[in-house]
Nanobody, 124 residues
Framework: QVQVVESGGGLVQAGGSLRLSCVVS????????MGWFRQAPGKEREFVAT????????YYADSVKGRFTISRGNAPNTVLLQMNSLKHEDTAVYYC?????????????????WGQGTQVTVSS
């Protein structure tokens, strides 16, 4: 079984920064893509950022490009999302997801394993 756990959410003022972490444990994979999605109240879950198994390739939603950075952590099976210049519209529950053998994946249904989510609230 694969477990995905996010951390690092919280309350921040507009213009501030947060860093989210995601750790994958259990039956992990040698190569796996990882991604971040978010869901605001009353809205559908949307893609935020993805990174391939090597960490060499990344892709962002236009809404966060230039403000968010996804990267592999130093610990195995860890991915980080550095969020800068946060806006009120970034407020959402942020989810981490992973899939065996995945590269750059932008669709939610491409991911097999999901975390429970971490709340990010940006006050205006």
């Amino acid at each position: 079984q694969v477990q995905v756990v996010e951390s690092g959410g919280g309350l921040v003022q507009a213009g501030g920064s947060l860093r989210l972490s995601c750790v994958v444990s259990g039956r992990t994979f040698r190569t796996h893509g990882m991604g971040w999605f978010r869901q605001a109240p009353g809205k559908e879950r949307e893609f935020v950022a993805t990174i391939d198994w090597s960490g060499d390739r990344v892709y962002y939603a236009d809404s966060v490009k230039g403000r968010f950075t996804i990267s592999r952590g130093n610990a195995p099976n860890t991915v980080l999302l550095q969020m800068n210049s946060l806006k009120h519209e970034d407020t959402a529950v942020y989810y981490c997801a992973t899939k065996a053998g995945g590269g750059i994946l932008t669709m939610a249904d491409e991911y097999a394993y999901w975390g429970q989510g971490t709340q990010v609230t940006v006050s205006s």
